[in-house]
C-alpha cells in the first residue's frame, strides 16, 4: 500500500490542477477527444505534465497487483 501513495497523492494533486475551472487533464482530454485542433506545443506539453502522474500510479496498481497474485 505504500508504494501507491506517492503516485497517488501525485495523481490528486499535479495530475488534477489547476481544480478550477475544470482540471487541465479532463480539458486536455476532451480537447484530444475533440480532434485535438488548434493545440499548441505547450498543449501537448501541459497534457503529458498532467497526465504524467495518471501513468505512473496505473502503473503501479498494475504492478502491485501483479506481485500480490504471484505471492
Known sequence: MN????PLLASLTLGL?????EPHIV???????HGAEGMRAMDWFDLVLHGA??????VTLVLVLKD????
Open 3 to 6: 508504494r501507491l501513495m506517492m
Open 17 to 21: 490542477a489547476p481544480f478550477i475551472p
Open 27 to 33: 480539458e486536455k482530454i476532451r480537447w484530444v477527444a
Open 53 to 58: 502522474p495518471w501513468v505512473w500510479l496505473l
Open 68 to 71: 500480490r497474485l504471484a505471492g
